[in-house]
């Protein structure tokens, strides 16, 4: 394994693109791979039409073409989550890595909405807690017009749909589409996610970005990488954890065709807890290339290197 893993609790990115049937974009980000040539290096398939910003409450496509996930992702008490995970990727990025897998999930495209939404037709994806976000050319609506789902219930200026043979609600305004599924462990529904998103984007819920303070103390370090995870942790259910638990995590990649460069930020839950020669030891046994590790009281800051296809893939 390639990004190590602390705790039971902390999940690493790799744990997260295991996982894309639970909820989050990475079975469809690792499809966009795929994608034909034409897809210019900006991420957009080809159209001129400068005219992809969002109208749901300022949440814009921004000039990478990436969504922000800051602006999606949820405070977790909210839904009374013990943590949130998210995550956003540059496409172009991805586009231009063609990492040797991307083909086998090509699939995942249509098995998770519907075979007329095609890969290069898509720009921006980010995923916030069991939900992802779409945004690109492809027309939302007609995607959810060929799948099987109820009639429409209106909210906040979006229409949610939901599956007549699972658990996902899926929700358009036209512009963007998202999709949940909640893991069945969760006390809440689908529906339940999809409006606490459209309402944190539109700035009438509670931020992670603004209510963690996990998250503001790992809010340094690069900030310009082609793909960005997180997984934050609520204070409340730290409070017994040990001094060496991890309880936040921010990592930022840098994705070269053959190389991608990490910067992974650790915030334990007391700088007591942190054995800096120990935690260098396992990334030196590790099959990368350790750049530099440091600390700063809390955090820990690990830089290394992988083979892309490595970083990218969601075996071993």
């Not at 159209?47 to 814009?60: A, P």
């Not at 075979?115 to 945004?135: K, M, R, T, W």
């Not at 970005?209 to 934050?232: I, R, W, Y």
């Not at 994705?255 to 650790?266: G, L, N, P, V, Y």
């Amino acid at each position: 394994m390639v990004i190590l893993t602390f705790t039971k609790r902390m999940q690493s990115r790799r744990d997260v693109l295991r996982t894309a049937a639970g909820g989050t974009s990475v079975g469809l980000l690792a499809a966009l791979a795929g994608c034909s040539d034409e897809t210019s290096a900006d991420g957009e398939n080809g159209n001129d039409d400068d005219d992809d910003d969002g109208e749901n409450g300022g949440e814009t496509v921004d000039e990478a073409g990436a969504l922000e996930y800051t602006d999606w992702a949820y405070d977790p008490d909210e839904l009374s989550r013990d943590s949130i995970v998210a995550m956003e990727m540059d496409i172009s990025a991805l586009l231009e890595a063609k990492p040797s897998y991307a083909e086998e999930f090509r699939s995942d495209l249509t098995e998770r909405y519907h075979e007329s939404l095609e890969a290069e037709e898509i720009d921006a994806v980010v995923s916030a807690g069991d939900a992802e976000i779409l945004a690109g050319s492809f027309d939302p609506g007609a995607i959810i017009d060929e799948m099987s789902v109820s009639e429409a219930e209106g909210y906040e200026g979006f229409d949610l749909y939901d599956d007549e043979e699972s658990s996902v609600t899926v929700a358009t305004d036209g512009d963007y589409l998202i999709r949940s599924e909640p893991s069945p462990y969760q006390s809440f529904d689908a529906h339940e996610e999809i409006e606490l998103l459209i309402d944190t984007n539109a700035g009438d819920a509670a931020r992670l970005a603004d209510e963690s303070d996990f998250f503001a103390q790992l809010s340094g370090g690069n900030a310009d990488g082609d793909m960005e995870f997180v997984h934050v942790q609520t204070e409340s259910v730290t409070e017994s954890a040990s001094d060496d638990a991890v309880v936040a995590r921010r990592e930022t990649a840098t994705i070269e065709s053959a190389e991608t460069t990490i910067e992974q930020r650790d915030l334990y839950k007391s700088e007591a807890g942190i054995d800096l020669d120990e935690i260098e030891s396992r990334y030196q046994s590790a099959d990368l290339e350790l750049d530099d590790i440091s600390q700063d009281g809390r955090t820990v800051t690990i830089v290394f290197q992988v083979s892309t296809d490595e970083y990218l893939s969601t075996e071993g």
